[in-house]
């Protein structure tokens, strides 16, 4: 995978969508591995990476990831306080919105691309989401 693609992708889903923190996560052992993301003031890096390791996070565990592996399809939660889909780890990351885009290769669910709002909720929009959904189809060859 190129890591400079991959934020040049960020770069255009965070253009799209106007929020800032991305990421994206490989599917292994039945959990999402973190890979890269954007460094930002709300969320950085490094951050990202010792949460992920001390709290894994597991598709059996995650309705909401267990939905998106069984019916791949991209997945808005516009207020992730108040949406019962909602999982434990999005608040350990002080996640306020977030939309979920399943990578696909061939039948299966590789990875998923993690949009999310932090520090303020975001509106998805069907538009935002149509768009996000064509930039990672677009860019599939760099996962």
Avoid: C
């Avoid at 969320?43 to 939905?67: C, M, N």
């Avoid at 306020?96 to 975001?122: F, N, R, T, Y």
């Amino acid at each position: 995978m190129n890591a400079e693609r991959l934020n040049h992708l960020f770069e255009l889903l965070s253009g799209a969508t106007g929020v800032q923190d991305i990421a994206y996560h490989r599917i292994a052992d039945g959990r999402i591995n973190p890979v890269l993301k954007t460094n930002t003031d709300a969320l950085g890096i490094e951050r990202w990476k010792s949460v992920h390791a001390q709290s894994p996070v597991y598709i059996a565990h995650d309705f909401l990831l267990t939905d998106v592996v069984r019916e791949p399809r991209a997945v808005a939660i516009q207020d992730v306080k108040n949406d019962r889909r909602s999982s434990e780890e999005f608040f350990l990351f002080g996640i306020d919105s977030l939309l979920i885009i399943p990578v696909m290769k061939g039948a299966d669910v590789e990875g998923i691309v993690v949009v999310a709002s932090i520090g303020q909720l975001h509106e998805f929009s069907e538009q935002e989401i149509a768009n996000a959904e064509r930039l990672v189809e677009q860019h599939i060859e760099i996962f």
